[in-house]
């Protein structure tokens, strides 16, 4: 299957700073890639479908302001959380869709103080 | 609304047992069924995935029964070892490159 590269693993930020998440197919084209947002003890909550070339597509009760997608390119898709806040503070996950099911990245753990 | 409904939250099982973790969904339309593995701080990984065309699929100690009829899915874990010690997740789509619905988890231990 694919290989995903997520980076960076954990973050650590101020409130108010943004943070960018990579996440990168090292080996497939991926017009699609999916982000979720992940609780501790909790399921995978799809924030957004992004788009390579176009605007993401964003889950309802999803700021788009505040979670900037960017799909420039088939193999890289950046989450920017914007003038993080604690609340923030989550498990954010990549992933991109391929025929054998989803190809999931490694995960950001970003903690906001 | 929660497109797929997984059970049990957590379960604790002894070593060389079996682990069972059941899944429902409600949309006919969804036609590929994976199943999740996923370890403290990390992604989830494919563990095994079913389409509706087949009622069983075994990889190694994991199985996955599936009960059309019924809407029904489940996951079977052979010979359980604490290394199976894990969050698993359910999921289903319409496609494989489409958006999955995931279960809401169960934590597996196994106790040696």
């Known amino acids: 299957g694919a290989v995903v590269s997520q980076h960076p693993s954990w973050v650590i930020c101020k409130s108010g700073t943004s943070v960018k998440i990579e996440c990168r197919s090292l080996d497939f084209q991926a017009t699609t890639m999916f982000w979720y947002r992940q609780f501790p003890k909790q399921s995978l909550m799809l924030m957004a479908t992004s788009n390579e070339g176009s605007k993401a597509t964003y889950e309802q009760g999803v700021e788009k302001d505040k979670f900037l997608i960017n799909h420039a390119s088939l193999t890289l898709s950046t989450l920017t959380v914007t003038s993080a806040h604690p609340e923030d503070s989550s498990f954010y996950i990549c992933?991109?869709?391929?025929?054998?099911?989803?190809?999931f990245g490694s995960g950001t753990r970003l903690t906001v103080v | 609304q929660q497109q797929v409904k997984q059970s049990p939250q957590s379960l604790i099982v002894q070593k060389g047992g079996i682990s069972i973790i059941n899944c429902a969904y409600e949309n006919t339309a969804f036609d590929y069924f994976p199943w999740y593995q996923q370890f403290p701080g990390k992604g989830p990984a494919l563990l095994i995935a079913i389409r509706p065309d087949v009622s069983e699929k075994k990889e190694g100690r994991f199985t996955i029964s599936f009960n059309k009829s019924a809407k029904q899915f489940s996951l079977h874990i052979m010979d359980s070892q604490p290394g199976d010690s894990a969050t698993y997740f359910c999921a289903a789509s319409r496609d494989t490159g489409n958006q999955f619905y995931f279960g809401t988890g169960t934590s597996l231990t196994v106790i040696p």
């Open positions: 992933s991109l869709g391929q025929f054998d099911g989803y190809t």
